[in-house]
Nanobody
């Protein structure tokens, strides 16, 4: 059974930083691309960042480019999202998602429990 547990969210002031982590189990982590997706209240789910299975290629939605960095440690079965220069519009529940293949743009197939990120003064 695929299990994905995100953590590291919280309340942060605009301009602040947070680092999210996602502990993965139940599948061969190093074989699959991964993504961070988020959902703000009343909004559609949005794919924020994605990474190939080997971690060599990443992609970001335009609104977070230059501020967020996705990475992974395949020895620890863990996915990360470093978020800097946070803005109120980054407020959302953040989820990690396992992709269909090792390719970073493939379809998400599983999404775990999320972590709330609130950016407010």
């Amino acid at each position: 059974e695929v299990q994905l547990q995100a953590s590291g969210g919280g309340l942060v002031q605009p301009g602040g930083s947070l680092r999210l982590s996602c502990a993965a189990s139940g599948f061969t982590f190093s074989s699959y691309g991964m993504s961070w997706v988020r959902q703000a209240p009343g909004e559609e789910l949005e794919r924020v960042a994605s990474i190939t299975n080997g971690g060599t290629t990443t992609t970001y939605t335009e609104s977070v480019k230059g501020r967020f960095t996705i990475s992974r440690d395949n020895t620890k079965n863990t996915l990360y999202l470093q978020m800097t220069s946070l803005k109120p519009e980054d407020t959302a529940v953040y989820y990690c998602a396992k992709l269909l293949t090792g390719y970073h743009l493939s379809t998400p197939t599983d999404r775990g429990q999320g972590t709330q990120v609130t950016v407010s003064s």
